[in-house]
């Protein structure tokens, strides 16, 4: 059971370890010190099945019945009782699929701006680095939009870049940078349009 705990909660390192080290220690760009995890998130996924596979056969396998009709039979632990097996289950399961439903945390917000003057309209291509899955583009664009002024906002774990357009009388691509890097993300050399 503590070997499919462990397992699931790897697999959520690469989105929390870095929330949890710029929001707590204050260290930045801390995303990058996890996403060696993304090229483990298979095994870990298998070794969290297989261990909970392993746990419920344990739980639910025949008891052998003792030669003496009148012996008294132990009751098992709550550690090894079908109830906490099937509480780690649905905490692995619950911890293996959060990061499929990031629209549930961070909702496509659409906004209603209407531009009337282009002059003011820049548009920006950050490179972000510690990016892992479609998890951590939803943050980004969640976050980001939270800012007055953004028109639209792209991004891409895979190609690790962030394409926003945005009004230069309310925002700064200083403040977009800003808040990308204050959820733990790494940017690079970007590119103004």
């Known amino acids: ?6 397992s699931a909660v790897s697999l959520k390192l690469c989105c929390w ?14 995303s990058v010190y996890f996403s060696w995890l993304m090229v483990l998130k298979p095994y870990l996924l298998a070794i969290a099945i297989l261990s909970l ?3 419920f056969y344990q739980v639910y396998k025949k008891k052998k019945v003792n030669a003496c009709g009148h012996c008294e039979i132990k009751k098992p632990s709550f550690f090894k009782s079908k109830f906490y097996v099937w509480l780690v289950a649905t905490f692995v399961v619950v911890m293996t699929l959060v990061s499929y439903y990031s629209q549930i ?31 951590c583009e939803d943050n980004i664009n969640h976050s980001v939009n939270k800012l007055d002024g953004i028109l639209g906002i792209k991004t891409s774990h895979i190609k ?3 394409e926003i357009k945005f009004d230069t009388t309310k925002t700064t691509v200083s403040e977009i940078e800003k808040v990308i890097k204050s959820k733990g993300y790494i940017i690079k050399n970007n590119t103004n349009e």
């Open 53 to 55: 596979g392993f746990a």
């Open 160 to 162: 690790g870049t962030s």
């Open 105 to 135: 945390f961070h909702p496509t917000a659409t906004k209603g701006i209407v531009a009337t003057n282009n002059t003011h309209i820049q548009s920006v291509k950050l490179n972000v680095e510690g990016m892992v899955c479609s998890g």
């Open 17 to 30: 370890g870095p929330l949890f080290l710029t929001g707590v220690a204050g260290v930045s760009g801390s």
């Open 1 to 6: 059971m503590g070997t499919a705990v462990c």
